[in-house]
């Protein structure tokens, strides 16, 4: 497809269930980023990738959280044990490589219900 | 560390009247500005950005900001609103060469137009 894509778009789990995100970006695009809106907020960074490598995962907020990109291109966001806090729509964005202008394309984000 | 406020969290407006949404930032170094929109169901798109330069910049939709470092601000202005601008706008800033390309949003403001 043209844009990203992300997959499930609604997600409803129990707490203390893992849970997996998935974002396809725009073909080409090598960076690519998770961020995670939650009710009333702006979207906060998670992690960044440049590749198959985290960049930067400054954002994610404890061990629970974790994100793969094998190989440079599909990435996973991994949530075990998942908390009522947790609940948030699960944007992920891509740009190309050298982009050191902040044009990210999101996705339209999974939205996570954690009851 | 940086930050952003948007001053207002709801806007609305009469069609075809003008309109200002507020930012402001905090750094305490340069930064690359921009605001992102956020159409309903959609995901988040990029309006414009400031990196260097004119301190005005008109970005798509007949959208312009005016970057002031004095005041720390980088407000969003159109001289005339259509329905179709109802939307969450988000601003959002990065420090160049940082090497995440992390963006720090603000918490949106919500545009409502009225007929």
């Known amino acids: 497809g043209a844009g990203v894509s992300q997959t499930p778009s609604n997600k409803v789990t129990e707490k203390g269930k893992y849970v997996e995100l998935r974002c396809d970006p725009i073909?080409?695009?090598?960076?690519l980023y998770w961020y995670r809106q939650s009710l009333g907020q702006g979207p906060e960074f998670l992690i960044y990738?440049?590749?198959?490598?985290?960049?930067?995962d400054s954002g994610l907020p404890n061990d629970r959280f974790f994100a793969v990109r094998p190989e440079g291109s599909v990435s996973t966001l991994k949530i075990q044990r998942t908390e009522r806090g947790d609940s948030a729509v699960y944007l992920c964005?891509?740009?190309?490589?050298?982009?050191?202008?902040?044009?990210?394309?999101f996705g339209e984000g999974s939205r996570l219900t954690v009851l | 560390a940086q930050s952003v406020t948007q001053l207002d969290s709801q806007v609305p407006v009469f069609e075809e009247a003008p309109v200002e949404l507020r930012c402001n930032y905090s750094?305490?170094?340069?930064?690359?500005l921009f605001w992102y929109v956020q159409y309903p169901n959609q995901g988040l798109q990029l309006l414009l950005k400031?990196?260097?330069?004119?301190?005005l910049v008109k970005g798509i939709n007949g959208f312009e900001a005016e970057f002031n470092k004095s005041q720390t601000s980088f407000h969003l202005r159109k001289p005339s609103v259509h329905i179709s601008d109802t939307a969450e706008y988000f601003c959002?800033?990065?420090?160049?060469?940082?090497?995440?390309?992390?963006?720090?949003f603000g918490k949106g403001t919500k545009l409502s137009v009225i007929p």
């Open positions: 990738f440049q590749g198959t490598g985290a960049a930067d």
């Open positions: 073909s080409g695009h090598t960076a």
């Open positions: 400031y990196l260097s330069g004119s301190t």
């Open positions: 750094s305490s170094v340069s930064v690359y």
């Open positions: 964005a891509s740009s190309s490589t050298g982009a050191d202008t902040g044009e990210l394309f």
């Open positions: 959002a800033v990065r420090t160049p060469g940082a090497g995440s390309y992390q963006l720090t």
